[in-house]
């Protein structure tokens, strides 16, 4: 995975609340076997009307997106992060995470910026007023930098260590590989398997 | 003393960890991890990639559930894409050695059905899959949540998670549900009470005298729509209804009694405390229906569709805006007067024997609406079965219903089964997302009575508001 620092881009208001992995991705495009090649699926009901903010063609780059409270509820197919970031997304920022996308999220590299509505809002407002303003997301100090706007994010202390670093999960737990056997010599026999 | 006593859901956890370490999530082991074709073929890639095997594939088990067809079950899958997906799972289980229940096996169904009716899910223990759905197996006193495809690879190489402990909260449940409410009405009435959000970062246990007296089948319906609250997780203490559940069952411990012992200490100590507490009377329930776009906007079927303005809250207002012109509803509409064209009864939250019982009990000696179309899909082959042997099928095909295969099917439209666009149902199912049963599609959750009645009314509607069934008409 690629380290993540600092990143600046234009950003595109998502002015939804409740913004659910179906409509993220629809459930047709998830018979795909493939791990990249998702861009096509991004909000792909919600793109067929022409007024949607990503068919503006001053979003056509994107890499921010900042959405309503609630975002990523619902399925917990990672393809929906595989969709933001296949179309380009670096960043989304809202007052509200649904917890297993926030998590693929850290897997996959898409960072989840957490702020106050009231952020979200200013941000919101700023955009509305000039499309093209440059909005800086640094991980390292977990802030937003917008026009006037300075604002502390949060994000999981140790996914940020993650993403600054670049590190894959399962290399790392890997390491604890004699901590996970010992645990399994003490499990208990009365548990089921499948085989 | 703080840190003596616990709740459920931490004794599970705390029974879990494998390694802790200041700073770091706690490395947690996967009692049961449990796969399906969709959302697992990246992580057996990602597993090819980096030369990693499967560490337990003894406690991995895979099923065909998501996108395969409810008819022609016994011919390939017509659409390409889909017999892609399962095939690569056949493959993948090959590969690295994990069993399988396959189309047309006596085991195949909806991952979180076949689990319990195995008796693979147990109290105390932690299950996994790449479904948000996993909450259903709380119902047994487990910790079983939804986990990303990057978190089903993680599975499968370690048999563990690195995850940081959930907050908790308690959902108490007083009084009794009243004659005709059942378990989905009650959840529906939770999640609307605390909201999609509510429950974020929290596992629920449900508690009090209303839980204690659901059936197994009961607490899954509750337990599985957990998610739709924004939890990760929910929970129900494990009793002797647990227990008479699981014996026998074809996984059940072979020294039952022994389990059972351990069993009976999987529970909330008397001076524990959650982080969050939320009451809800049973005694004031009434059948439940959802009108808008998100499982939080539901309301008494015996209510009216709300207006924008009847909401505080300026985010909720735009929320429902949006919804009613979604769903082409008027404010002020009776709900019981909608009109739907489809019915569908299945998915991981109905589609057990006791829903498809319930909704039996309403059809029979009564037809169908000509302008509704009801598609019955059991949740499992196993469930299929049985409703047959009680001939259930044949009440539900001269109602005029159709009696399909085991699946997903339109929960989420994956298979042929979906809504055509603008296109309304009453479903049994969890999500009434935009599109989320076919594109333009438009959902009303319902409890498989309502549904049943529903399909004969033509209309939404409860059982007590349809005449009486004609005598002639008999198994």
Not at chain 2, 408 to 423: G, H, I, V, Y
Request: charged content about 20%; some cysteine; overall charge negative.
């Amino acid at each position: 995975m690629d380290k993540f620092t600092t990143h600046r881009g234009i950003a595109a208001p998502l002015r939804h609340s409740n913004v659910d992995t179906d409509q993220i991705i629809p459930a047709e495009y998830l018979k795909r076997i493939t791990r990249t090649g998702y861009e096509d699926a991004l909000f792909s009901a919600w793109r067929q009307d022409p007024d949607f903010v990503l068919n503006h063609p001053v979003y056509t780059n994107a890499s921010i997106l900042i959405a309503g409270p609630d975002f990523g509820t619902g399925s917990s197919r990672e393809h929906a992060v595989w969709a933001l970031s296949d179309y380009g997304f670096k960043v989304v920022v809202s007052s509200r995470f649904a917890d297993i996308f926030r998590g693929n999220a850290g897997k996959g590299g898409l960072v989840t910026a957490e702020v106050e509505q009231s952020v979200v809002d200013r941000l919101w407002e700023l955009l509305g007023q000039d499309p093209q303003t440059e909005v800086v997301v640094d991980l390292e100090a977990k802030q937003i930098r917008a026009g006037d706007i300075v604002a502390d994010f949060v994000i999981d202390d140790y996914v940020r260590w993650r993403l600054l670093e670049g590190l894959d999960d399962i290399g790392i737990t890997m390491q604890h590989a004699d901590a996970i056997t010992r645990f399994e010599r003490d499990r208990p026999s009365i548990l089921p398997t499948t085989a | 003393m703080v840190g003596m006593s616990k709740t459920l859901s931490e004794k599970v956890w705390d029974a879990h960890v494998v390694r802790s370490a200041e700073g770091e999530p706690d490395l947690l082991y996967i009692d049961l991890h449990l796969i399906h074709e969709v959302t697992s073929p990246q992580a057996f890639d990602g597993l090819r990639a980096t030369g990693r095997g499967v560490r337990r594939p003894d406690l991995t088990l895979a099923t065909e559930d998501h996108n395969v067809p409810t008819l022609d079950i016994d011919k390939p899958i017509a659409d390409p894409i889909s017999r892609a997906q399962v095939e690569a799972l056949r493959t993948n289980c090959a590969e690295f050695g994990v069993p399988i229940r396959p189309l047309g096996d006596a085991d195949q169904g909806i991952v979180h059905v076949v689990g319990p009716q195995l008796g693979l899910t147990q109290p105390g223990m932690t299950v996994v899959c790449g479904d948000s759905h996993t909450s259903t197996h709380g119902a047994f006193g487990a910790l079983a949540f939804g986990i990303g495809t990057s978190e089903v690879e993680h599975v499968l190489a370690t048999q563990t998670l690195p995850l940081k402990p959930f907050k908790t909260m308690a959902v108490n449940v007083e009084g009794h549900l009243p004659e005709g409410v059942t378990a989905k009405d009650l959840i529906l009435a939770i999640i609307a009470q605390i909201g999609t959000g509510g429950g974020q970062g929290y596992v629920i246990e449900y508690r009090g005298p209303a839980i204690e007296a659901l059936s197994m089948e009961q607490r899954m319906t509750i337990c599985n729509m957990s998610i739709e609250a924004g939890a990760r997780a929910g929970m129900i203490g494990p009793d002797e209804t647990t227990f008479e559940y699981l014996r026998g069952k074809q996984r059940a411990p072979a020294d039952f009694d022994a389990a059972v012992d351990y069993w009976r200490t999987l529970v909330t100590d008397a001076d524990a405390t959650f982080d969050k507490e939320v009451t809800i009377d049973a005694a004031g329930l009434s059948p439940y229906v959802t009108w808008g776009t998100n499982p939080g906007q539901g309301l008494p079927l015996r209510a009216s569709v709300p207006a924008p303005e009847d909401f505080d809250d300026p985010a909720a207002q735009q929320a429902a805006r949006k919804a009613l012109d979604y769903m082409g509803l008027q404010a002020g509409t009776p709900l019981k007067e909608i009109p739907v064209d489809t019915v569908f009864l299945g998915s991981c939250t109905n589609g057990r024997i006791e829903d498809l019982r319930a909704a039996a009990d309403i059809l029979r000696g009564r037809k169908v609406a000509d302008s509704v179309t009801m598609l019955v899909v059991p949740g499992s082959v196993k469930v299929r079965l049985q409703a047959q042997a009680e001939g259930l099928d044949t009440v539900f095909t001269r109602a005029g219903a159709q009696w399909r295969n085991a699946g997903c099917s339109m929960c989420l439209a994956m298979n042929p089964d979906k809504l055509r666009p603008q296109e309304r149902s009453a479903s049994t199912s969890n999500r009434n997302f935009e599109g989320r049963q076919g594109p333009g599609g438009r959902t009303h959750l319902v409890s498989p009575q309502v549904a049943a009645a529903t399909a004969v009314a033509g209309h939404l509607a409860e059982p007590n508001d349809l005449p009486a069934p004609s005598e002639l008409v008999e198994v």
